[in-house]
């Protein structure tokens, strides 16, 4: 009697190890799943930045293009007289700024030139001097200065994401004309290209900075 009894409760006992071996693989199982998806989407999310970087430090290359070539000799004069030596980038935005001409050769030049690091060197005043110019290339659907103009952007967004209020008109224009440049195919485009420097979470945030 005893020793069936301690049987059943042997019997008991194994059912339940059982069973304890089971959950624990399913989830050492989904750990497992989790954990590469962590590591997909962080590789994946990696490789985004690492675009918006390269975005950045290809914008110098973007005025060798006909619309952003603006390296002639009349230029250079205007600008060595205007810019001086060991200024920031933004005072140098500041002091090329002229504002009955806010759109000038020499502004769009010297912006076109921003990389990573220039881009730290910008505060307020020059970010609104030269915010305009990202609904100027918006509307001249030019896909290599939608690239730039998208990086400076997404940097706002988190740099200077305060100025969203300032930017409240101008952002609306802004939304209105990435909406037409996605009708347009140009965002897919810049996809297919490897180009686009954002994931699609990223994107999705990034237009909601302008809403």
């Given amino acids: ?34 954990q590469d998806q962590t590591y997909q989407w962080n590789t994946k999310h990696h490789q985004y930045l690492q675009n918006v970087l390269k975005s950045f430090n290809k914008i110098n290359a973007i005025f060798n293009t006909k619309e952003g070539n603006f390296n002639d000799s009349n230029n250079n004069q205007s600008n060595d007289n205007k810019i001086i030596k060991n200024q920031t980038f933004h005072q140098k935005i500041i ?7 806010p759109f000038s050769q020499e502004l769009q ?59 409240k008109d101008i952002n609306k224009k802004l939304l209105v ?5 996605e009708s347009k195919g140009i965002i897919n485009n810049l996809h297919c290209q490897g180009v686009f420097p954002f994931s699609e ?7 909601s900075f302008l809403e």
């Fill in 1 to 34: 009697m005893n020793k069936e009894r301690d049987n059943d409760l042997f019997g008991s006992q194994l059912n339940q190890i059982l069973i304890l071996l089971q959950t624990v693989q399913c989830q050492i199982k989904r750990i497992s799943t989790f």
């Fill in 95 to 101: 002091s090329v700024y002229d504002p009955l001409n």
């Fill in 109 to 167: 030049y010297l912006v076109m030139q921003i990389d990573k690091d220039l881009f730290d060197e910008l505060e307020e005043e020059s970010i609104i001097i030269i915010y305009p110019f990202i609904l100027k290339w918006f509307k001249e659907e030019n896909p290599i200065q939608i690239v730039v103009a998208l990086v400076l952007l997404w940097e706002i967004s988190l740099k200077f994401h305060y100025l969203g209020k300032k930017f």
């Fill in 177 to 181: 004309c990435l909406n037409i440049i």
């Fill in 201 to 207: 979470e990223e994107y999705i945030k990034l237009k």
